[in-house]
């Protein structure tokens, strides 16, 4: 596997995206770069994602926004605020919004020793260790929430593309995921460089440390303890609270990952960001300098890679497979659940069916865990894959997908299958996932999904309206707000409307556009029944007035209809308008519907049984009145609009 690294940037925004394709890197360690120029590559449609001709697609996809970067990493010097023996922790002022959060598991007394963890009855207790209005360096390990403070821990560690550097701490840890062959040798390069450095602390070797010799480690451990030097001269000067290292931005933190036999070059479009990221790599792993580009072509660079195309893919539900299948994912509260469909893709004859099944499953198997990585989908995520008859198929089908796991080398996973044949597993995610960074909850539904349908909330509001009746008996008329779809739904002939009026002897009249909610119900006014006929029909007859010409007429072939709101406008002649702004005389008004005369006249060549309008309504005009007879405005008829 090798891989590149895309980067972004936007005035609001740093997005990076991981391209990989199976194969060698060309600029893993020792190699010399060879110049295929990926930029001079022109661009198809499909293949050309990445440039050259090997097929790059896109792995992983991160987005910091501007105000809402992670803290995770960052090292304050803070004061302490309040101790809490009851919960053993504390509370930190590091100068941000909420105070942080430090346990008593995460302090370190003066001698640089971390407390032993505490079991029951043993230990210290929290309020001997640390005073409120102590100045202590803490360093954030998950960002704060909406209505929690930052966690902090004053075990400080800082990393470097090879190494963590653990300035309290001591011994020497190497990354599991590293080959085993590896890992004795990284280990005893690193004790004789840690006993010649004669420096304190302690390190992890870490996975993207894979490949790194001696010499490398040598450079790191030197970066590391200048890093150290200025973060300790910072802690002595800064008054707290303030902030005295930031951990690296995005790009960096993105980039330090790659493994050095896996880096393939990364191609940036900002010039600061590129000599943000060269300048890493010169102290950290000079050979990969060269392979950084500074992104020169005209088109945007996640355009020219297809990483654009899979940003905006993340957030739609379905997700198309080669076959003809696709998944649907659904994230619930608890979990996410990914459901696998054939979709047209049936193949041929009896027998053939579970064949086809276990291509599509499959291929699902696959997208699943990239969608996964893309997403960063985290927790409990169940899969619902389509049944299989055959053992074989099945195991085939688990095969697929835990091998496309393996390949997910910065996460661990749990997989097994239910009684059901639902495969159940856990992913660990770190961000916050570009869906969650993109999109807010949908404020029509609140995250619902589901709105109530203007029919159901017109039967609902017919309920009402007869309250309305009784509690303001005094009342002729009633003027309504409520949304155009509902009073449409309300004004149907078969409504109940009419019935509820005579039965009442009150009148209902509506008011309201498209911008209200669809479950709006409220009384307007109340009054005489010309009063509120006045304030409820937004012209009167003779008026003369601007409105846009919507749609042809459905019965009166020639005729066009305007709508505002829920009232609908026959316009004599202007089915060659549709879609103008016209000055039209109002003739006729009711509450549902009303008739107006274009005040310019008819335009040449309209109002004809054979104008292109008037066969198009024509097959619909069997039934009602046909012709250009128009139609009577006022509550007895509307115009042919009901849907
Ligand atoms: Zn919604």
């Known amino acids: 596997m090798k891989k590149k690294i895309l980067v972004s940037v936007d005035a609001g925004e740093t997005r990076v995206a991981v391209l990989e394709a199976k194969g060698s890197a060309r ?38 926004r501007r105000g809402s970067r992670s803290i995770v990493g960052n090292i304050y010097k803070g004061v302490v605020d309040n101790v809490l023996p009851g919960m053993e922790a504390a509370f930190v002022d590091i100068g941000l919004e909420r105070n942080g959060f430090l346990h008593v598991d995460e302090i370190v007394t003066p001698d640089g020793k971390a407390v032993p963890k505490r079991g029951r009855g043993q230990g210290r207790r929290i309020d ?46 190497v990354s599991r995921r590293l080959p085993d062959g590896e890992r004795s040798q990284m280990r005893k390069n690193l004790e004789k460089l840690h006993a010649a450095s004669k420096e304190e602390g302690g390190y992890i070797v870490r996975t993207a440390a894979q490949g790194a010799g001696k010499e490398d480690f040598e450079r790191e451990i030197a970066y ?93 539900r379905r997700v198309d497979l080669p076959s003809g299948g696709y998944l649907i994912i659904d994230y619930a509260e608890a979990l996410t659940v990914i459901d696998i469909n054939t979709g047209s893709f049936t193949g041929k004859g009896k027998g053939r069916l579970e064949d086809t099944i276990t291509k599509v499953n499959v291929e ?9 990585r893309l997403r960063d989908i985290g927790g409990i995520i169940v899969i619902d894959f389509i049944d299989m008859a055959r053992a074989k198929n099945r195991d085939q089908v688990l095969k697929t997908l835990r091998k496309a796991l393996d390949e997910d080398r910065t996460k661990t996973y749990v997989v097994e299958v239910s009684p059901l044949g639902l495969v159940e597993m856990t992913r660990q995610n770190v961000t916050d996932g570009v869906r969650e960074i993109l999109t807010t909850r949908c404020p029509t539904c609140d995250g619902e999904g589901v709105v109530r349908s203007a029919e159901t909330v017109a039967i609902e509001a017919l309920r009402k309206l007869r309250d309305v009746a009784t509690d303001r008996a005094d009342k002729q008329a009633h003027l309504i707000r409520v949304n155009p779809k509902v009073a449409r739904e309300l004004m149907r002939h078969d409504s109940g409307l009419l019935e509820l009026e005579e039965e009442t002897g009150k009148i209902f009249l509506f008011e309201g556009g498209d911008a209200l909610p669809i479950d709006t119900f409220e009384v307007a006014e109340s009054g005489d029944q010309d009063e509120i006929e006045r304030r409820a029909l937004p012209f009167q007859i003779d008026d003369e007035v601007l409105l846009t010409i919507d749609e042809p007429h459905m019965y009166n072939p020639g005729d066009a209809v305007a709508r505002v709101d829920a009232l609908v406008i026959t316009v004599t002649g202007a089915a060659p308008l549709v879609g103008e702004r016209k000055l039209v005389r109002i003739e006729e008004i009711g509450r549902s519907s009303g008739l ?48």
């Open 27 to 64: 600029a893993g360690r020792g190699g010399k770069k060879n110049d295929d120029g990926a930029a001079d590559q022109p661009k198809g449609r499909s293949g050309g994602r990445g440039g050259g001709n090997d097929n790059w697609r896109v792995g992983e996809l991160y987005v910091e």
């Open 596 to 643: 107006a005369s274009l005040v310019d006249g008819i335009p040449e060549g309209s109002g004809d049984q054979d104008s292109a309008e008037g066969l198009e309504s024509g097959t619909r005009r069997r039934g009602r009145r046909g012709g250009r007879r128009r139609s009577r405005a006022g509550s007895g008829s509307n115009s042919g609009q009901e849907s």
């Open 224 to 316: 590391l303890h200048k890093l150290h030097e200025v973060l300790e001269r910072r802690s002595k000067d800064a008054d707290a609270p303030s902030l005295i290292f930031q951990e690296a931005d995005l790009p960096i933190r993105v980039l330090r990952d790659v493994l050095g036999s896996e880096f393939d070059g990364a191609e940036i479009d900002d010039q600061k960001q590129f000599e943000r990221v060269t300048s890493f790599f010169q102290r950290t792993a000079p050979e990969l300098v060269d392979s950084v580009e500074m992104h020169s072509h005209a088109e945007h660079l996640f355009e020219r890679h297809g990483a654009e195309e899979a940003f905006r893919s993340t957030l739609s």
């Open 128 to 173: 001997e260790l640390i005073k409120r209005g102590q100045e202590i360096v803490v360093q954030v390990v998950k960002d704060p929430l909406k209505t929690k403070g930052a966690r902090l821990s004053m075990q400080l560690s800082i990393a470097g593309r090879y190494l963590v550097y653990m300035p309290q701490g001591g011994g020497i840890g």
């Open 364 to 372: 699902a198997a696959d997208e699943v865990v990239r969608q996964l």
